[in-house]
């Protein structure tokens, strides 16, 4: 049974920094690729970052060089680096795995401005 459990979010004020974490059982996670998606109120799920099972990340093209991804399969924990965030980024932040295709439970994110 696979799991994703996410941690990390929290209320931030504009212009900080965050990094949530996502940990991974149930899977074998240096195979897979994993991602960070998130979702605001009235609005479709996107992604905000993925990466590769060799470590090569890929980033909505809002992001900007703001966020970081990142991942540690001695851990089995993806990560997102979060720096000079805006109020706009304020969502519910999802952790995903490709194979086999799952999602955490989500990470609130506020960010005041």
């Known amino acids: 049974q696979v799991q994703l459990v996410e941690s990390g979010g929290g209320l931030v004020q504009a212009g900080g920094s965050l990094t949530l974490s996502c940990a991974a059982s149930?899977?074998?996670?240096?195979?897979?690729?994993m991602g960070w998606y998130r979702q605001a109120p009235g609005k479709q799920r996107e992604l905000v970052a993925d990466?590769?099972?060799?470590?090569?990340?890929n980033y909505g093209d809002f992001v900007k060089g703001r966020f970081t991804i990142s991942r540690d399969n001695a851990k089995n924990t993806v990560y997102l680096q979060m720096n000079s965030l805006k109020p706009e980024d304020t969502a519910v932040y999802f952790c995903s795995s490709w194979s086999p295709p799952s999602w955490g439970q989500g990470t609130q994110v506020t960010v005041s401005s």
């Open positions: 149930g899977i074998i996670f240096s195979i897979t690729a």
């Open positions: 990466i590769s099972s060799s470590g090569r990340p």
